[in-house]
């Protein structure tokens, strides 16, 4: 009884707070715009019995989703959004597997702290700094301030409202989902298992490919599906850092929730953005199981 509380706990949690709203964003897909609150019609009234229930199915169509085929806007967001994603995740791999290697082979008394670093940003609001960086990399921001002031730049650069913008505010926001599994990977690593590797002939790169980075590649692919997974349905950075040119669903998302109104039409797109995330979701599970399995 006590294990099946236990086992009970989550799934009543997942039923509430994801699957009954995915069922009310998914019935608000099939509807029809409306101008009344909420602004979408047809409206479920119990009080009529099975015939108001089988009124209010009748009058559920899938137009919002055949409206998403026929707009180019949608698919060029989703395609965007995908590349985006793609591209910052490798650049946070790039960026962030280097720090955890470094950490991981640092004494063992400075490995707290190096840890505490990495996770300090998580401390500041994450909205004050996207907003930092928009003062960083704007036209009189402080970079260009510093670039212009050591003659590496004749002009000022137009970095802001860029995708360059976004994937720097990816990078930054997104460093330490990268760093920490990455980390937790090879800090278990044996070090004799090197060392073994050059005495048998190998060097030290031969032996970081051949020995150091297959042992770190379940903390990798979690690593890149902790980055790429909210990537996808990024709002704030591409709006703040991006500027108008910068396409993501999860503008198109906010924009046809708050600025045109459009309910159905926006929880279509929602919709099929959690389908296009439960993909790397599957994958991201059976990564971690296969690797809970290793260990045990």
Not at 152 to 180: D, H, K, Q, R
Request: glycine content about 6%.
């Amino acid at each position: 009884m006590r294990k099946s509380l236990v086992y009970l706990i989550p799934f009543l949690w997942l039923l509430a707070l994801f699957f009954v709203p995915f069922l009310i964003v998914f019935k608000i897909s099939l509807s029809d715009i409306a101008l009344a609150r909420p602004p979408y019609m047809p409206q479920l009234d119990l009080s009529e019995g099975l015939a108001g229930i089988r009124a209010f199915l009748s009058e559920l169509d899938f137009e919002n989703f055949v409206f998403l085929t026929t707009d180019s806007l949608y698919w060029k967001a989703y395609l965007s959004s995908l590349r985006i994603a793609l591209i910052a995740t490798f650049l946070t791999l790039l960026v962030g597997y280097p720090i955890a290697y470094g950490m991981a082979r640092a004494p063992h008394h400075w490995r707290p702290t190096l840890l505490m670093l990495v996770i300090l940003p998580f401390w500041t609001s994450f909205l004050i700094r996207v907003y930092a960086w928009m003062g960083i990399l704007g036209q009189e921001g402080y970079l260009n301030q510093v670039l212009l002031w050591t003659g590496l730049i004749s002009e000022p650069l137009s970095i802001l409202n860029t995708n360059t913008a976004v994937y720097i505010g990816v990078v930054y926001t997104y460093l330490p989902f990268m760093i920490l599994p990455i980390y937790a990977a090879l800090e278990r690593l044996d070090i004799s298992l090197i060392e073994a590797a050059e005495d048998l002939g190998c060097s030290r790169t031969s032996a970081f490919w051949l020995v150091t980075f297959p042992l770190s590649r379940p903390g990798v692919t979690a690593g890149c599906f902790l980055v790429f997974i909210p990537t996808i349905g990024e709002f704030v950075i591409p709006s703040l850092l991006g500027g108008s040119k910068t396409l993501m669903i999860g503008k198109v998302l906010w924009e046809e929730f708050f600025s045109n109104r459009d309910w159905p039409v926006a929880s279509a797109v929602a919709v099929v953005l959690l389908l296009i995330l439960i993909v790397p979701i599957i994958f991201f599970q059976k990564n971690q199981q296969r690797q809970a399995e290793a260990d045990a």
